[in-house]
């Protein structure tokens, strides 16, 4: 071990949990404790199949939340990925009513969104202007393009779409999930190894620590930063091929508001809206303590679905006091 | 030497910002195995120069060649993967970073792109163990302090195989102790045939490393001379361009009588003042009129004793009177409100707003003692600024000018003006002339000297044994988070006496025993 003087080591016991995984252990808590409020009072809340549902009405957010964690870790943020996902519903619905076939419709949907999302990066990069006004702009593009498709809702017939959509993944009880939820779980893997193993990973953490230091360390920032706006726009276009699985239709008004669901599951997650703190683990706990609101409103049956924006506002406003008090502690 | 070639040659370099010849025609170069170090007042552009050769900012003409080759960096990556390897002048580092990472990030070792956390982790402990340095490197590098975020910022520089090593300011925030440390690895490098650009403000330490000087004024290149043919006197002539009568003239002055100042009631009396892990609790006295100095090594809890004083850290034990009332000092607004100033040490963390000008930098403190609603007139602002920018000459003399694009040393001269200009009665400076130049840290030093002529309490913080000689009169020794005694700064007290009794006892450890 290495030798330590008082006025270097922090002084923290080792059972004391290092300040920057209490907003991700918060949120594991209340996870728990509204689960366990929910098997107390319902008693099918107890049924396994609940939690797979959370997971397959909630797969496609998962995906786009985790390409907001990227954003929001740079300190960024990504106003765009609703109408983003909305537009990769219609344009695989609108191509393939035309006859495209679906592989060929797969790469194009898989392609508008980091396109839309690398230009948005480019520009907030280069002519160095808030990411809110440029994918407050890509929002608008994107829901004008929907539209621009179609005004009305386009149905999705094609067997590759409705076998994904009626696929089932389960055990022998007959409990299952959906090909979404595995592609969810893939896409979670994946961001939360780059985030942690890579360079660009870390580099998405140095930006949002501190953007001066990390040129001055050498460290390529414009390209980490287009990154991570291409990555939300990846996971936004897949978050709408999911979307469109779920829903087999496109329809021009989907997912509006979506951006703003997708930022408090972050948030709520633990990661830090000035950027620099946080886990896509945080975000994968975010969006199941959403995920679990709808479920016990919908349960309790006489509530109003409102009641999920009222609860969730309140746990936003908790959730950034907390980083807050732990900003506060540590000075 | 002569018979060498020299590994960098940069020529007729000139870069401008708006309103500002930063460079002009600077020609600079330097040879495999020296240390070199680079001088000038504030604001003479030598961190610009830095800038330049390592891409963060394009010359406008001029060009640079490193070993023969001519080159134009794109930035500080690719200037370290040719070599030239720098720690900027504020530690550029990542606070939400573990300590190792802030060594690493960018250069990781990798196995098919995956970082190797642990080898990582083992490397960056034996690097800094070369610096003496033992620390808990997966912790997050906010969570220490400003010396060994400096020292881990060094270990980046020196792991990278440089054949170009610059430090700027590397020393402004580390102790004795550790100065010394990194001085033995700069000797180390010096030998191993790397060249070493070393910025500094102090002259010791430039008599004590560099083999040659190169000496820049106003954007301009003075003259380049080895150490050996440039007195001492002569540089300082050369860095301010004027004759030193500046310097002059403090140490003749007799101090007032410590008996004489003590006879009032004390302005502040902090009475078993402590906090748990932070500082024990010590008795002091501030009387108007009088220089209180803090010494003691850094990490000795100077800094501590200055924000229980300004309510910034909240006491557990004792209390605080303030012309003899009981009064806590809850908060900095309570401080403030007793006409306590604190001009703190860490400016860029705590201090300036890069975006503000320099006019509404120094008004700040002011405007918010008067309260938002009542605004300073802009005549009066106006006067007091100029005043404060020509008091404490600071460079260049634009009060509009966005404080974030002023030298560092200027910058440090804004904040200090922003306490100043509030007029309070106990004035407590953290290290104010850490990253200034000569002429200012003489002018400083006069200021101080005067507002307690003129009956201003001062608490005096400096890990400047000398200054703090010069102008207290009484000296309070810091160690081991201890007020450990009281000197009234007399004929009989001198650095070695304080330093004596900052290193006696029995039990003793720097902060990197
Ligand atoms: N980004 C910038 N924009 C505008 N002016 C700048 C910028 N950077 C530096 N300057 C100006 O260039 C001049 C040289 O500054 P520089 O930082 O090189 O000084 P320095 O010699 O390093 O001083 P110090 O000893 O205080 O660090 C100063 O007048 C400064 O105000
Ligand atoms: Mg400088």
Redesign the pocket.
């Known amino acids: 071990m290495t030798t330590t003087t008082p006025s270097q080591i922090s002084g923290r016991p080792w059972w004391r949990i290092p300040q920057r995984h209490v907003p991700v252990l918060a949120t594991g808590a209340l996870l728990l404790v509204m689960y366990a409020v929910g098997v107390s009072q319902y008693r099918a809340f107890s049924n396994v199949q609940v939690i797979f549902n959370v997971f397959i009405d909630n797969g496609f957010m998962l995906v786009v939340a985790v390409g907001m964690t990227f954003v929001i870790l740079t300190g960024g943020i990504d106003l765009s990925v609703g109408s983003v996902v909305a537009m990769t519903a219609m344009v695989c619905a609108s191509l393939l009513q035309a006859g495209v076939p679906a592989p060929l419709v797969l790469v194009i949907a898989l392609l508008i969104g980091p396109t839309l999302g690398f230009l948005m990066g480019a520009v907030i990069h280069f002519f160095e202007i808030q990411p809110f006004i440029v994918t407050l702009a890509g929002m608008f593009f994107a829901r004008g393009m929907c539209t621009l498709i179609s005004k009305s809702s386009i149905p999705i017939t094609d067997p590759f779409w409705t076998d994904a959509a009626q696929q089932r993944i389960g055990d022998p009880k007959g409990n299952f999930v959906s090909i979404s939820v595995l592609i969810a779980f893939a896409v979670v893997v994946v961001a939360a190894y780059v985030l942690a193993y890579t360079r660009l990973g870390r580099n998405t953490y140095a930006i949002g620590g501190n953007p001066q230091s990390a040129l001055l360390m050498g460290l390529p920032v414009a390209k980490t930063r287009i990154a991570v706006y291409t990555i939300s726009g990846l996971c936004a276009a897949i978050g709408g091929i999911l979307l469109s699985f779920y829903t087999l239709s496109g329809a021009p008004l989907i997912a509006v508001g979506m951006e703003l669901d997708v930022i408090a599951a972050v948030v709520i997650g633990g990661t830090v809206l000035t950027g620099g703190s946080g886990y896509v683990f945080g975000t994968v706990l975010g969006v199941l303590v959403l995920g679990v609101i709808q479920t016990l409103i919908t349960f309790d049956g006489s509530l109003n679905s409102w009641w999920t924006k009222i609860v969730i506002g309140g746990l936003l406003f908790a959730f950034i006091l907390l980083q807050r008090l732990i900003g506060i502690r540590k000075k | 030497m002569s018979g060498r070639q020299p590994v960098l040659t940069m020529t007729a370099i000139s870069k401008s910002?708006?309103g500002?010849r930063?460079l002009d025609g600077v020609d600079f170069r330097m040879f495999p195995g020296e240390v070199h170090a680079l001088m000038?007042?504030?604001?003479?552009?030598?961190?610009?120069?830095i800038k330049v050769l390592t891409g963060v900012y394009s010359n406008d003409s001029g060009t640079i060649e490193l070993a023969g080759a001519e080159v134009s960096f794109s930035g500080p990556m690719q200037a370290a993967t040719h070599g030239v390897s720098t720690v900027y002048?504020e530690v550029n580092l990542c606070a939400n970073l573990s300590v190792a990472e802030n060594i690493f990030i960018g250069r990781e070792p990798r196995t098919f792109g995956a970082i190797r956390w642990g080898e990582m982790r083992r490397r960056a402990r034996d690097l800094l163990a070369r610096l003496d340095i033992h620390i808990d490197v997966t912790q997050l590098l906010g969570t220490y302090s400003l010396a060994v975020q400096q020292m881990v910022a060094i270990a980046r520089a020196i792991d990278i195989r440089a054949r170009v090593l610059i430090l700027d300011?590397p020393t402004s925030s580390l102790d004795a102790g550790e100065v010394e440390q990194l001085f033995r690895i700069m000797r180390q490098l010096r030998d191993e045939g790397i060249a070493i650009l070393f910025v500094t403000?102090f002259l010791d330490q430039v008599y004590g490393m560099a083999d040659r000087i190169t000496v820049?004024r106003n954007?301009r290149l003075v003259g380049e001379y080895p150490t050996a043919e440039l007195p001492q006197l002569a540089l300082v002539e050369k860095m301010i361009g004027k004759d030193l009568d500046v310097l002059e003239g403090l140490d003749e002055q007799p101090k007032r009588e410590l008996a004489a100042i003590e006879a009032s009631t004390p302005f502040l009396r902090a009475e078993q003042l402590g906090r748990k892990g932070s500082v024990a609790p010590f008795t002091m006295t501030i009387h108007a009129g009088e220089v209180v100095g803090l010494a003691g090594l850094l990490g000795s809890g100077r800094t501590e004793v200055a924000r229980l004083l300004f309510g910034a850290d909240r006491a557990d034990h004792g209390g605080v009177l303030i012309n003899g009332k009981p009064s806590p000092l809850r908060n900095p607004v309570t401080a403030i409100g007793h006409d306590i100033a604190f001009c703190s040490e860490n400016r860029r963390t705590e201090g300036l707003v890069g975006e503000l000008t320099v006019r509404e930098n120094i008004i700040l403190a002011m405007q918010a003692a008067r309260g938002w609603l009542r605004p300073i007139p802009r005549r009066r602002q106006d006067e007091l600024v100029e005043k404060y920018i020509s008091a404490l000459s600071i460079?260049?003399a634009n009060p509009e000018?966005p404080v974030?694009?002023?030298?560092?040393?200027?910058q440090q001269k804004v904040l200090l003006a922003r306490w100043l200009i509030t007029e309070p009665r106990l004035l407590i400076l953290d290290e104010p002339t850490r990253?200034i130049?000569v002429g200012a840290k003489a002018e400083i030093q006069k200021l101080v000297v005067q507002l307690s002529d003129g009956g201003m309490a001062v608490l005096f913080i400096s890990a400047e044994l000398e200054e703090v000689l010069r102008l207290s009169h009484k000296i309070a020794v810091m160690r081991d988070r201890q007020l450990v005694t009281e000197l009234a700064n007399d004929d009989t007290v001198d650095a070695v006496r304080v330093m004596q009794t900052i290193a006696s006892g029995t039990h003793h450890e720097g902060p990197n025993a």
């Not at chain 2, 974030?404 to 200027?410: I, K, Q, V």
């Open positions: 910002f708006p500002v930063a000038g007042e504030n604001g003479a552009g030598k961190s610009t120069l002048q300011e403000h820049l954007g460079r260049p000018m974030r694009n002023l030298s560092g040393g200027n990253g130049d």
